[in-house]
């Protein structure tokens, strides 16, 4: 599979988190704004959100039926002892390396694999559920590249900005 806009919006969301992480360096702490996580917050998310997909990207590999639930991407328990253990370059290298891992993966599978359906659950922060239901993988992908880092990139460079 084409990996080039994921892979695109993994670059964006690390030069992002590059920007915060050097604020936070030269003494402008990157404050949470009321209601958002913080830079740690994010990337610890996007790399706890990053193995549940590696995980369905090597049942495709196998020929069985993946599911994704994003629960312990978003779980605060998860995210606290995450970034209660890693600091902001440690946080980004994770990114980093969870990346390469699901990009890696991706780029194995056939191309028919994008249309593949995939069983979601995906839950809010505050673990409500906002959906469940059958996703094809390159529907998946595309908001993960497309929506969901992006979104994740504007954050870091929100708070790179106010740092």
Same mark, same amino acid.
């Given at each position: 599979?084409?990996?080039?806009?994921?892979?695109? #919006?993994?670059? $964006?969301? *690390?030069?992002?988190?590059?920007?915060a992480?050097?604020?936070a360096?030269?003494?402008?702490?990157t404050?949470?704004?009321?209601?958002?996580? $913080?830079?740690?917050?994010? *990337?610890? %998310?996007?790399a !706890?959100?990053?193995? +549940? !997909?590696?995980?369905?990207?090597?049942?495709?590999?196998e020929?069985?039926?993946?599911?994704?639930d994003?629960?312990?991407?978003v779980d605060?328990? #998860?995210?606290?002892?995450l970034?209660s253990?890693?600091?902001?370059? /440690?946080?980004?290298?994770?990114?980093?390396?969870?990346?390469?891992? &699901? !990009?890696?993966?991706?780029?194995?599978?056939?191309?028919d694999?994008?249309?593949r359906?995939?069983?979601?659950? *995906? /839950?809010?922060?505050?673990?409500?559920?906002?959906f469940?239901?059958?996703v094809?993988?390159?529907? *998946? &992908?595309?908001?993960?590249?497309?929506? %969901? +880092?992006?979104? %994740?990139a504007?954050?870091?460079?929100?708070? #790179?900005?106010?740092?």
């Amino acid at each position: 599979m084409d990996t080039t806009s994921l892979r695109t #919006a993994y670059t $964006g969301l *690390l030069d992002a988190a590059a920007a915060a992480g050097a604020a936070a360096q030269a003494g402008r702490p990157t404050a949470e704004p009321p209601g958002e996580p $913080g830079a740690e917050r994010t *990337l610890a %998310h996007v790399a !706890l959100g990053d193995r +549940l !997909l590696a995980a369905a990207a090597r049942r495709l590999l196998e020929g069985a039926t993946p599911s994704v639930d994003n629960a312990p991407a978003v779980d605060p328990a #998860a995210i606290d002892a995450l970034t209660s253990s890693a600091g902001h370059d /440690v946080l980004a290298d994770l990114v980093r390396r969870n990346a390469a891992e &699901l !990009l890696g993966l991706v780029e194995r599978l056939p191309d028919d694999a994008a249309l593949r359906l995939v069983r979601v659950r *995906l /839950v809010d922060g505050s673990g409500r559920e906002a959906f469940s239901g059958e996703v094809p993988w390159g529907e *998946l &992908l595309r908001v993960r590249a497309e929506e %969901h +880092l992006p979104g %994740h990139a504007d954050r870091l460079r929100r708070l #790179a900005a106010a740092g």
